[in-house]
């Protein structure tokens, strides 16, 4: 089943039960999916390019969480988490803290790197096997702290 299959599914799910939060979300990320295809010219966007429209809509969310969360907004805090649990469902697995530590090492290895002069390189290298899989952030951390 693709993914807007499986949002068209949910959504009438999400209307016969009038959950508001969770079809919101939906109407959101359909909406940002078409306007993926609208800027690529695509008749249907790839599994990559649906997965990166989903990991930038999370990402926002994320961010805007921090924020809010700082700023000491607890009623929009609550309705973050909730939208960012619901985009959560249609993102794939993601990977353990063992799995990418693994995952850095092999990479940091694989591009011969030995210091932070490399981390681009390997960021470069590591983003796209993890694409959706993990956050940005953690895998940063991680090079960094393996490239000391």
């Known amino acids: 089943m693709t993914l807007m299959e499986q949002l068209n599914q949910d959504m009438k799910l999400a ?12 109407r959101m990320v359909k909406s940002s999916l078409q306007n993926e295809t609208i800027k690529l010219g695509n008749k249907e966007l790839s599994e990559d390019e649906e997965l990166t429209v989903l990991s930038k809509e999370l990402k926002q969310r994320k961010d805007s969480l921090q924020e809010f969360k700082s700023a000491g907004r607890d009623d ?11 985009l959560q469902k249609y993102m ?7 799995e990418l530590e693994a995952l850095v090492q092999s990479t ?6 030995t210091s932070k002069k490399d981390m681009g390189n390997v960021m470069s290298a ?20 393996h490239l000391n």
Do not use: H, R, S, Y
Not at 108 to 113: P, R, Y
């Open 15 to 26: 209307m016969k039960n009038k959950d508001k939060e969770t079809l919101g979300v939906i």
């Open 126 to 145: 590591i983003m796209p096997k993890v694409k959706g899989k993990a956050d940005g952030a953690q895998i940063n951390k991680l090079v960094l702290k």
């Open 76 to 86: 929009l805090v609550k309705k973050l988490e909730t939208e960012i649990n619901i």
């Open 92 to 98: 794939p697995e993601q990977f353990t803290e063992d």
């Open 108 to 113: 940091i290895q694989e591009v011969n790197a």
